[in-house]
């Protein structure tokens, strides 16, 4: 045995051993300092918000229904006494109509979500898109419960149809069968192509009259695959059918800013002495689009960003008259940031809910920040998936007596595998709002 040179008796390393030593040494540094970076660029989106985070509680959750296959994309009514109908497709987007009703048992109070209801109409089961649905009280004091479904061409998977309309005169027990407007039919009738229509009627906003009161009149919304944003006015004959006024171009002098910027499935707000237009910005390089009118829709604001509290996919508002406050539901997607580790091109926490008052929601779409960004932003469901494939958060609103009522699908816990159907029900005072 050799010895070293302090004569202990010990092998001495071979040059192999100690270069070995090196690299190993080195590749863990450099492991040390990528994770460094990784965590040091890693931005949960929540710490971009201009207001304060409040995460609802899991106990204000109901699991309206969850299944092994993929649920999503639903829609609430407010229905009479207080009951609430949601719909949603069976399928990501498309699929079988289903419908369920939260209303109150008999004898003891209790409110539950039904099972999906099977006397639906049979043109429901081969929808093309996700539905909408709302309550109209005519001036007569008549109800009518509408539910929409567009008919796009997914891309030419389909072929592009117009929007299907199916009535109910009052809450939603008894339907008509789908009647098609602005498809195939018409467009062959009238020598032109049909509509490509997406998310049909992402909005439903009633009109007033001369003397500022309500009439029987509606303006609805929806889009197309080249983001060209339309209106089409709803109306009823005189034996109670809808009547859909032939689709125009929405904000037209705008149009080609808009659909640079992907502007689409569009909410307005209804603040009474304006109309205030929320949109997604789809093509993931900027803050969500507003602007406002104060016709009718007649013209409209230049289009301004939205901050990040407001910015995301498919707003829904709600008023609440207990607080002065709405709660606008969305589905949060920011324009991600590339490093050496992901070039996700958003993000997002999940599905959220934006509260402020009016003046503050105004002075946002018009680019003005003097009364702030609102109240709080209220996570309402922290999605699984926070990157590039964020599926959650389009909804359905509902507010009674200062009670919000929200639904909307995701992946909501760990153990999901596919997007189910989530109810949340609160008062904004319970947040300490």
């Known amino acids: 045995m050799e010895k070293d040179t302090l004569g202990n008796g010990k092998k001495k390393l071979s040059g192999k051993?100690?270069?070995l030593v090196v690299i190993v040494c080195a590749v863990v540094a450099a492991c040390a300092v990528l994770l460094g970076l990784y965590y040091g660029t890693l931005q949960d989106p929540l710490d971009l918000m201009e207001i304060p985070v409040i995460e609802l509680p899991v106990s204000y959750r109901t699991t309206v229904a969850r299944t092994d296959a993929y649920l999503g994309h639903p829609d609430l009514a407010l229905a009479d006494g207080g009951d609430l109908i949601v719909v949603y497709p069976q399928g990501h987007g498309r699929g079988k109509i289903l419908m369920?009703?939260?209303e109150v048992s008999a004898g003891n109070n209790v409110r539950t979500w039904s099972e999906p209801l099977l006397d639906t109409p049979s043109s429901w089961e081969n929808s093309q898109e996700t539905p909408t649905i709302y309550r109209l009280t005519l001036t007569d004091g008549s109800v009518k419960t509408v539910l929409i479904s567009g008919c796009p061409s997914w891309n030419g998977e389909e072929k592009a149809n117009g929007f299907n309309c199916s009535v109910s005169d009052g809450d939603g027990y008894e339907w008509t069968e789908f009647t098609n407007w602005y498809g195939e039919e018409w467009a062959t009738e009238n020598d032109t192509k049909p509509y490509d229509v997406i998310v049909a009627m992402s909005s439903l906003t009633r009109m007033r009259g001369e003397d500022?009161?309500?009439?029987?009149?509606w303006?609805?919304?929806f889009h197309d695959y080249s983001f060209t944003n339309y209106y089409t006015y709803l109306t009823f004959d005189e034996q109670g059918n809808a009547v859909w006024s032939e689709p125009q171009v929405l904000v037209p002098d705008q149009r080609d800013y808009?659909?640079?910027l992907g502007m689409c499935e569009v909410e307005i707000v209804d603040t009474g002495d304006a109309w205030i237009l929320l949109g997604r910005a789809n093509a993931r390089n900027s803050g969500s689009l507003a602007c406002v009118s104060y016709d009718q829709g007649a013209t409209w604001s230049e289009i301004k960003e939205l901050p990040n509290c407001l910015t995301g996919d498919r707003h829904k508002a709600e008023y609440d008259p207990t607080t002065g406050r709405?709660?606008?539901s969305f589905r949060q997607v920011l324009t991600g940031k590339e490093t050496i580790f992901s070039s996700d091109r958003i993000m997002g926490a999940g599905w959220v809910a934006w509260t402020g008052?009016?003046?503050?929601?105004?002075?946002?779409a018009l680019g003005n920040h003097d009364t702030g960004y609102g109240d709080a932003l209220i996570l309402l469901g922290r999605e699984k998936?926070?990157?590039a494939n964020i599926d959650c958060g389009y909804s359905g609103t509902a507010n009674v007596d200062g009670t919000f009522t929200l639904v909307s699908y995701g992946e909501f816990d760990k153990s999901a595998t596919n997007p189910y159907i989530m109810a949340v029900t609160f008062r904004l005072s319970d947040l300490g709002i």
């Open 219 to 221: 303006m609805g919304t």
């Open 100 to 102: 369920q009703r939260y």
């Open 17 to 19: 051993w100690i270069a």
């Open 212 to 217: 500022g009161q309500y009439i029987d009149k």
């Open 357 to 364: 008052d009016t003046q503050t929601l105004l002075n946002l």
């Open 385 to 387: 998936d926070t990157s």
């Open 258 to 260: 808009y659909a640079e």
């Open 326 to 328: 709405w709660l606008i």
